[in-house]
């Protein structure tokens, strides 16, 4: 089992900066890959970035590649999302997620996990 709690929501104007923290209880943090989502009202629930069990790899969805970066402190158990040019459009509750898989196998969609956080509001204003 890994327990997962999101922080660092909040409100922020168009073009300002936040980050996200994602702290996991339980002992297969490090083993598995980690994610970010998002969901906005009415939409799905899509992927935003991931990042590899090892952070030897990472994944972000085209549409905050270049303005958001994933990053994870295996010894913290704590996985990151620092977003910044944030937008309007980038309003939504995020929510980190565990990947099912143990050191290796895919990341790059919401079948590939298995542990949710809670989730944490963003919302930019324009």
């Known amino acids: 089992q890994v327990q997962l709690v999101e922080s660092g929501g909040g409100l922020v104007q168009a073009g300002g900066s936040l980050r996200l923290s994602c702290a996991a209880s339980?002992?297969?943090?490090?083993?598995?890959?980690m994610g970010w989502f998002r969901q906005a009202p009415g939409r799905e629930r899509d992927i935003v970035a991931a990042i590899n069990w090892n952070a030897a790899d990472t994944y972000y969805a085209n549409s905050v590649k270049g303005r958001f970066t994933i990053s994870r402190d295996n010894a913290k158990n704590t996985v990151y999302l620092q977003m910044g040019s944030l937008i309007p459009e980038d309003t939504a509750v995020y929510y980190c997620?565990?990947?099912?898989?143990?050191?290796?196998?895919?990341?790059?969609?919401?079948?590939?996990?298995?542990?949710w956080g809670q989730g944490t509001q963003v919302t930019v204003s324009s």
């Open positions: 997620a565990a990947g099912k898989h143990l050191l290796g196998g895919t990341y790059y969609s919401r079948v590939d996990y298995e542990y």
């Open positions: 339980g002992g297969t943090f490090r083993l598995r890959a």
